[in-house]
């Protein structure tokens, strides 16, 4: 996959904005949507920790739910929250043909990295580093055969981060995806795109207060499949809304389909909604207030 801007640009952007708010203005309101993070369903929750804890090193944040959610410690870049919920996978999603979510982490070492997963027996789903437009990638499976991949990028911070790290999050979809994508993300629910420099194959949206969001990969031979929900086999992306109700209307009226009779209630007693984006892929929102 190939990547969004580099962090040292995104901070620049943030704080240009910054910079040009005019002095003693009140903040804006939050946008009706905006990323917030990812749920990635586990069998069994034990089982759940000992991969994405013990093997990939994602600290936990709270077990105050366990066994029904564990939360693990957000991303520092994009402050995502990651959150693992006890439930079934009722389906399974083919290797780059299958529209879905994409999780990729970032490391300092593909070829270490490589190393570490041969140890762990991960599955390595290509015989070959891919050479990307940032650096070097590829791709591995959780033990339930759900694919993430992993980035070694040329550009490197000056004080390398602890890993793992959360490089980017988003949508595979088709090669003809785009223009449909940007209509339905960006002109009717108000996530806006701030460079083009990387299509036709990757775009990088971010929310209405310039907040960093998820990727839009289009690639050759993906075809649009409908995800099973809620045991969706990959990380399901969650946005953020301060009113769901008016979220759930503006989901409506850009056309998605809403996966929820009514809204629902999660381990941590918020509402939320679930909806298909226009390629079949399910997105949760949740109430944050």
């Not at 013990?54 to 994009?78: I, M, Q, Y």
């Amino acid at each position: 996959m190939k990547a969004a801007l580099h962090p040292a640009l995104l901070a620049l952007v943030a704080a240009s904005a910054l910079a040009q708010a005019p002095v003693g203005t009140a903040p804006a309101a939050a946008p009706l949507f905006r990323a917030y993070g990812v749920k990635i369903n586990v069998p069994a929750m034990e089982a759940g920790l000992a991969f994405y804890n013990g093997v990939l090193g994602f600290a936990v944040e709270s077990r105050e739910k366990f066994p029904a959610a564990v939360t693990l410690k957000p991303d520092e870049r994009h402050y995502t929250h990651i959150t693992l919920v006890q439930q079934p996978r009722t389906g399974s999603t083919l290797y780059r043909r299958d529209t879905h979510t994409s999780f990729t982490l970032w490391t300092s070492d593909v070829r270490a990295f490589i190393v570490k997963a041969a140890k762990a027996r991960m599955r390595l789903m290509e015989n070959h580093v891919r050479i990307e437009q940032v650096g070097l990638a590829a791709t591995f499976t959780d033990p339930w055969g759900s694919p993430f991949s992993v980035m070694d990028t040329t550009v490197r911070p000056e004080t390398l981060p602890s890993e793992p790290r959360i490089y980017n999050y988003g949508f595979y979809l088709p090669m003809n995806a785009y223009p449909k994508a940007r209509e339905f993300w960006c002109d009717r629910l108000g996530f806006v795109t701030l460079t083009d420099r990387y299509l036709p194959l990757d775009q990088a949206v971010f929310s209405a207060d310039k907040q960093w969001g998820f990727m839009l990969h289009m690639r050759e031979g993906a075809q649009p499949t409908k995800g099973d929900y809620p045991g969706f086999t990959m990380p399901v992306i969650q946005l953020a809304t301060p009113d769901l109700d008016a979220a759930l209307t503006k989901l409506k009226e850009a056309g998605a389909e809403i996966l929820l009779a009514a809204p629902a209630t999660d381990a941590f007693g918020r509402r939320y909604t679930a909806f298909r984006e226009p390629f079949g892929v399910p997105v949760e929102v949740v109430e944050i207030r």
